[in-house]
């Protein structure tokens, strides 16, 4: 097994690409993180996606964007976790680099929502729950994370308004981020007064629908210094899963799944949570970006949302999360979001994140979930000091 | 990078199970598989599946069928590549095993086609073509498939009777097969007699629609040997890509796809078609089935379907075909077919084939096809001898 760097990453604006098809969207992020890295041919492209099939009409994206990118032949499949597949491609690329089976791998997240051929676009996420037992019983995807965030309040005695540091913090990162969908700030009662979706997650604790792709070219360690001017290196990759139902898991507040793959990262990497400069999480609704916390050993169980409400998750605070936005606010195309945060830590530890710069940011930890904690995909990345 | 092999095998009849879901067809072949092995636990899950999402509302097969399966908090993704996602769930757990990222490793193919919720299955299968130049004009996949018959038999001079080996010796052999959907012979009169699909494929020229699930475990070759009596080794794993629509071809009735990935998994072994004892090849049409042979260099082109005439896809034949049945008449669960072939070939080359066994069978391959040649994994197998 050898070390594998980050060599080069490519990015779309998120945002309602009306005029923008999935495939045009996947070339524009791979072809931006090739020229990044300075190659033009690679080994394997894996494809992270989760909607393809149901709401554009096509599946085998691995063959199909290989070909749009101008890599015909090459290994190529699509790899899915619902929301978490950005990132689980990730993953593949790092263990065949790791694993000496390919050299040069690029890995692109890409999802498209809006022009959807299909279902709705909210009945296609709920294929990420439990089909037979949640979404057959008429739970959508944001019901479910709004039963966890009601039963948060109740247990841990907080008010929704509580959970307005995670949108603040996400939309005064994101205006800074020109690939960000919503480019504004957010104040407290902005989010107060904003509209109720599913009692008690409002407009301002959810995500957006949305089109995006965010590419990331691999390479070996050794060989990443003489291509790239600014490797990172990838020093903990790990997945954890847990029940994809909600209700067969032993704390419906605790995401098992996620406290395995953070513990397993940590441990590959040799680090702890009080070692990690920045933490892209996974706040597709505010409630899991408290769960994230814990789960990641930032705060103890229900002391997440506490953590956010003391100041500490800013740019200059103890935890920098969501530091372009995150989901919330840089948008969450599902399949792409694992890729987007792994290419925003990527900027980070490189020191090109503009005015949004975490300090001296040399570890940094992405955390990507597939449905309400089934799958979670970890990566700490490390910024390679000459 | 180390040598793997095959410890473990276990396969659900195929057939209509109207009465069996997704997740038991995959539980009953993990099941099965691990039973086989001897072993309770894996580092590593991955699913191979096309349709889940489409036809039974489920995606996040990995973290679910872990789960069902009593492999909660594992590693476990889905792998899609269309009709190949079965051998490309198997070469992401090749890549994981030989990198030395994981030591057992769980592959199933599962595919659920009856019992569909959404659209009907031929528009679903249409998903496997490029959806915005293909599948957007009206092309079916059976379709894009009459249109190359049609042309390899303008091409060479053939007549649609000479299509009819293929179905006879995939029936034929079928019928041995305690898991084959289809257990009756098939004779030439009944082929020419059978109803007509999508001129020029007749109904025996098709796989069918159906339901099952397929799973292989895989060890270091190392551990294989002391985990089991009868390890067979992966020599050869590699995948080709093409172009998913026909039109961009540079010859519609050549597989660069196939030649591709069985040139590489032939190099990786380091032997050549002369050294194959049998070829489970990818006849979900029959002339998919000659193509193959012409791509994988058994015959020249053109001249794959005179090597069916001439009897030497036979179990006593110079390439054994679809020796329990194939495509044809073991079935075609879409996303599990890779996986049943490559069972296939184990039980072929552990002795264990019944009444179908090709004699002194040393070396195995298998070959799964995505869409109509733009995914194309092989896996190259051999029999370890004391």
Chains 1, 2 share one sequence.
């Not at 604790?205 to 990838?234: H, Q």
């Not at 597709?284 to 814990?294: D, G, K, N, R, T």
Request: hydrophobic share 45%; aromatic share 6%; glycine share 12%.
């Amino acid at each position: 097994m050898r070390d594998v760097a980050i060599i080069g990453v490519g990015q779309t604006k998120v945002g309602e690409h009306w005029d923008i098809s999935l495939r045009h969207l996947a070339l524009e992020a791979v072809q931006a993180g090739l020229a990044d890295a300075g190659v033009r041919q690679a080994d394997a492209l894996y494809v992270g996606n989760m909607l393809s099939g149901e709401l554009t009409g096509q599946e085998h994206l691995g063959a199909l964007v290989a070909d749009f990118a101008g890599l015909r032949g090459i290994e190529a499949f699509r790899i899915e976790a619902a929301c978490g597949s950005g990132a689980a491609a990730l993953r593949m690329g790092y263990v065949a680099v790791a694993g000496e089976l390919a050299d040069i791998v690029v890995v692109v997240g890409v999802e498209k929502m809006t022009d959807a051929l299909g279902p709705d676009t909210t009945a296609a996420l709920a294929l990420a729950t439990d089909g037979d037992y949640e979404a057959a019983q008429g739970a959508s995807f944001v019901a479910i994370n709004a039963l966890l965030m009601r039963r948060y309040m109740h247990e841990h005695g907080y008010v929704h308004q509580d959970f307005a540091p995670f949108a603040v913090n996400a939309h005064r990162n994101g205006a800074n981020n020109p690939y960000a969908m919503f480019r504004f700030p957010v104040t407290v009662e902005r989010f107060v007064r904003a509209r109720m979706i599913c009692d008690p997650i409002n407009l301002l604790d959810s995500s957006p629908i949305c089109d995006g792709a965010a590419a990331v070219v691999l390479a070996p360690a050794d060989a990443g210094r003489a291509l790239s001017a600014a490797p990172i290196r990838i020093v903990g990759s790990a997945v954890g899963t847990d029940t994809v139902a909600v209700h067969d898991r032993r704390d419906p507040l605790v995401l098992d799944g996620a406290i395995l793959s953070t513990r397993r990262a940590y441990e590959q990497a040799g680090v702890g949570p009080e070692d990690i400069d920045l933490f892209e999480l996974h706040d597709a609704f505010s409630i899991m970006a408290a769960l994230s916390l814990e789960a990641a050993g930032f705060a103890d169980r229900g002391q997440g949302l506490r953590l956010a409400l003391e100041g500490k998750i800013g740019i200059e605070g103890r935890v920098p999360v969501a530091t372009m936005g995150g989901l919330k606010a840089r948008g969450h195309p599902v399949g792409g979001t694992g890729v987007y945060q792994v290419v925003e830590v990527v900027q980070q530890l490189r020191g090109l994140a503009g005015a949004n710069q975490v300090e001296n940011a040399r570890l940094g930890m992405a955390q990507n979930i597939g449905g309400s904690g089934a799958t979670v995909v970890t990566h700490i990345l490390e910024r390679v000091d000459e």
